[in-house]
């Protein structure tokens, strides 16, 4: 409450005007119009005021309590946000104290979070003050609750952001008592209740609890075990950054599998997401994260592209993209302006346990529905559609190819499904096919138009749809689970037994050099057999799968993560 003082002219009945305090009013100003009206020495009233008299008039504001479950006085960290410019900002530098009526709480309440900030954010505001036994974050009103398993912890970190502003995110946020005592989490929000709990015990094992070495890194090593969809940097980046900041990311192949390198801000963010995410499935029954810590401490980031992103400079050029070694997965892939939904995500999966949407957002049109491929950049004078049909069968059920007459490097390609248009886009754009980089898009058509009866197409169209050599078209094939990016390695099955290696790899070698050979110990009618290149291995995928080798016995041909 502070006071301010109005003259009254010529008497009681005219309107008041306001004027500075005369110099024999003994009124201790130790700010300019920031005086405490318990400190003020005020003028005599007697009667009705008369000329040049100063009558008080107090003027106060009830601020409201930004804990918003209690309507009790609250305590800040010494000053509050700036809403106005210029000379208003003077009214707003007030220094409110501490209201010892509730006393202090185990509970503590902070606000004007970042919108970005996270569980793990918070507790790692409360890790130097205490062992903290539970978190509430409330992200649509900015604002979270960290309760400390003993008081004093908790009335050290009010007492310390009092003098010291306390940041998050590089954003300064407010730190008070709460009136609450405790707090009691609503069962039905699993989603908060696990991610506030994997935080909490990222921080007990940083702070001392049952530790390995493992949990005081913030590089985590992903591995995507039984690769369906699409994966990709930004993917990756809306999971993980659910439990911390992401400082940097870096995708690459090996051993035929796809991995990740991602380096969290902290200790307890990395920890956190490792625990809540280790064995979850992004999407249902496929894509499986296995997450282990890196040895690395630092990435070395060089570009900004979809194999490697530094989030922390977004100035880094984008390199050359012939240079990249890791699969094609991201920004590449999914930069249209579109959002769409990506299929069904598992129910005990990444997306339930982050709380976000129930299925995750890609920017992708084809995503929505549309199984149509755009390929382009191919040898018009050796592509077919059976090639095509050959080739891209690998990642899903081919129904129609169309090349195009007036243009024959390109072709329309039509999947059954639009996640196996994702996944051909994923393995095969810009792959080596007959010595040519292919480029495989979504086209804008839904569908490939056969044509019509009697119209001359010169064979550059075919329906595929009732084809008997579709790998896909048995729900839960092992097919499913063996879809790899092209290889030197190709896997042979449907091997009669009369069939001997130098007769396989003769056949082989018409379409590039066979550097070895093996028949499966425990079953002699499968093989692998390594080409010289990838775009040896993919020629000669095309040319021999299907290839008979008996009057019943066609052989299959896919590629393979396996070495010889």
């Known amino acids: ?27 201790p100003v130790t700010e300019p119009l920031l005086v405490p009206a318990t400190q003020a020495t005020l003028p005599p009233q007697t009667g009705i005021p008369t000329l040049g008299s100063h009558i008080p008039i ?14 009790s006085p609250m305590v800040t960290n010494g000053t509050s946000p700036p809403h106005l410019s210029g000379s208003d900002n003077d009214a707003k530098k007030v220094k409110l104290e501490q209201n010892s009526a509730n006393g202090p709480s185990r509970v503590v309440h902070i606000r004007s979070l970042p919108p970005d900030c996270t569980e793990a954010d918070v507790v790692q505001l409360g890790m130097p003050y205490g062992k903290m036994s539970n978190v509430l ?7 979270a609750f960290l309760e400390f398993l003993d008081e004093q912890a908790a009335v050290t970190m ?16 407010y730190v008070q008592f709460s009136n609450h005592k405790e707090l009691k989490t609503d069962q039905a929000n699993s989603f908060q209740n696990a991610t506030a709990q994997a935080a909490l015990q990222a921080a007990s094992a940083v702070m001392g609890g049952p530790t390995e070495e493992g949990q005081k890194r913030t590089t985590l090593r992903i591995i995507v075990e039984h690769l369906v969809y699409p994966v990709g940097i930004e993917v990756l980046y809306q999971i993980f950054s659910k439990f911390g900041k992401v400082l940097k990311m870096i995708i690459f192949t090996k051993n035929n599998s796809f991995q990740a390198l991602i380096q969290m801000s902290d200790p307890v963010a990395a ?17 499986t994260l296995r997450i282990d810590y890196s040895k690395l401490n630092n990435l070395n980031v060089k570009y900004n592209n979809d194999k490697s992103r530094d989030f922390t400079n977004p100035n880094l050029p984008s390199g050359d993209p012939g240079l990249d070694q890791a699969m094609p997965f991201g920004a590449n892939n999914f930069s249209g302006n579109n959002s769409a939904q990506v299929p069904q995500m598992s129910s005990y999966g990444v997306p339930s346990a982050l709380g976000a949407a129930r299925m995750m957002t890609l920017n992708a049109a ?12 191919l040898d018009e004078q050796k592509v077919t559609p059976d090639a095509l049909f050959t080739l891209f069968g690998v990642y899903g059920d081919v129904h129609r190819v169309k090349i195009l007459f007036n243009k024959k490097d390109n072709a329309l390609v039509q999947m059954a499904e639009p996640h196996q248009a994702q996944l051909a886009i994923a393995h095969l754009d810009k792959v ?33 749809t009732t084809s008997p050599l579709h790998r896909f078209k048995r729900p839960g094939s092992k097919n499913c689970q063996n879809i790899f990016p092209p290889s030197t390695v190709l896997h042979l099955s449907n091997i009669p037994p009369n069939v001997e290696e130098d007769f396989i790899t003769d056949a082989f070698s018409q379409h590039g050099q066979v550097k070895a050979f093996k028949f499966f110990p425990k079953d002699r009618k499968m093989a692998l057999i390594q080409m010289g290149s990838v775009d040896e291995a993919v020629t000669a995928l095309i040319a021999m799968h299907n290839y008979p080798l008996s009057d019943t016995n066609h052989l299959r041909v896919s590629f393979s993560k396996s070495t010889i």
């Open 1 to 27: 409450m502070y006071v301010c003082y109005y003259t009254y002219p010529g008497g009681s009945h005219h309107t008041p005007t306001l004027t500075a305090a005369p110099q024999a009013a003994t009124i």
């Open 58 to 71: 107090t003027v106060c504001r009830k601020r409201p309590s930004d804990d918003l479950m209690s309507q």
């Open 137 to 143: 974050l409330l992200k649509q009103k900015n604002q």
């Open 158 to 173: 009010v007492s310390f952001h009092q003098q010291n502003p306390a940041q998050i995110r590089m954003k300064p946020v």
């Open 271 to 287: 920890n956190a997401a490792k625990l809540s995410l280790d064995g979850q499935n992004i999407y249902n029954g496929c894509c």
């Open 366 to 377: 084809a995503a929505a529905g549309n199984a149509v491929l755009l390929v382009s950049n």
């Open 432 to 464: 080596k096919v007959w010595g040519k980089n292919i480029r495989v898009t979504q086209s804008k058509h839904t569908l490939v138009q056969m044509p019509k009866e009697g119209q001359p197409d010169a064979g550059l169209t075919k329906d595929f």
